[in-house]
């Protein structure tokens, strides 16, 4: 129950932050999203690859999966435009609802949703790596001129992707023969969402001791979890 649960709540807890705290320092939600992206690309690292080679002989088709995650992210990303590693671009007086950023989003929680019914540690990667992402999302749409009604509907039934994702692999035995497949996807997804954090949390390539502490304390605690 606990998988389905945590997922739904880091959407509450990132949204319930932004209603209380209202945070305007982007500088600190960069750095927990730096911290999340480090956390989630050592559960990848640590957990996830060595477990899916292990159970296959042919490492070459999951390779080739998880390369094909990744260009279904980056493919993902020309309509979200980002919006999974902390991009927002919306207009503050449009006021309609974003269906594009949606369904990206949605088909990237959906994917992330597979593995959780195996690896508890990547429940706290994605849980850890939704909170600072919802953060971003709720201040900007909150800024906007969408409806609240319009914005409660995006955040709840984002929130039921994740989840939906775990019950359709768990339940559907169509689905969970492919199931080293899909997860080999959401490796590649993981790969590129988390990479591409790290990347862009060195603004113009210089170094920041606090970034490089908070990347190593991600990546120390993903691999002690």
């Given amino acids: 129950m606990i998988t389905y649960l945590l997922p739904i709540l880091s959407v509450l807890v990132g949204f319930l932050f932004v209603i209380i705290f209202k945070p305007q320092q982007k500088k600190n939600l960069k ?3 730096a911290f999340s992206g480090a956390f989630l690309l050592g559960i990848t690292i640590f957990e996830m690859l060595p477990e899916i080679f292990q159970q296959h002989n042919n490492t070459k088709t999951i390779s080739l999966f998880i390369v094909f995650g990744i260009l279904f ?3 993902l990303e020309f309509f979200s435009e980002g919006a999974e590693h902390g991009h927002v671009h919306l ?3 449009d006021n309609k609802f974003p269906w594009m950023l949606f369904i990206s989003l949605s088909l990237h929680s959906l994917i992330e949703g597979t593995p959780l019914g195996h690896h508890d540690n990547i429940l706290y990667g994605i849980v850890i790596h939704k909170i600072p ?12 001129a969408m409806k609240k009604s319009a914005i409660a509907l995006f955040l709840t039934l984002f929130a039921l992707m994740t989840p939906l994702g775990t019950f359709l692999i768990s339940e559907f035995p169509s689905l969970s023969s492919y ?5 080999a996807m959401a490796v590649g997804i993981f790969l ?9 949390s060195s603004e113009g390539h210089k170094f920041n001791l606090v970034k490089l502490i908070i990347i ?10």
Avoid at 137 to 143: D, V
Avoid at 179 to 183: A, E, L, P, R, W
Avoid at 192 to 200: A, G, K, N, R, V
Avoid at 216 to 225: E, K
């Fill in 216 to 225: 190593t304390v991600g990546l120390i605690s993903a691999y002690f979890i």
């Fill in 73 to 75: 992210q980056i493919c």
């Fill in 179 to 183: 199931s080293s497949h899909i997860m």
């Fill in 31 to 33: 750095l927990l999203l």
């Fill in 133 to 144: 992402v919802v953060i971003i999302l709720a201040t900007f749409f909150m800024q906007s």
């Fill in 91 to 93: 207009h503050e007086e």
């Fill in 192 to 200: 590129h969402i988390s990479t591409t954090i790290l990347f862009e």
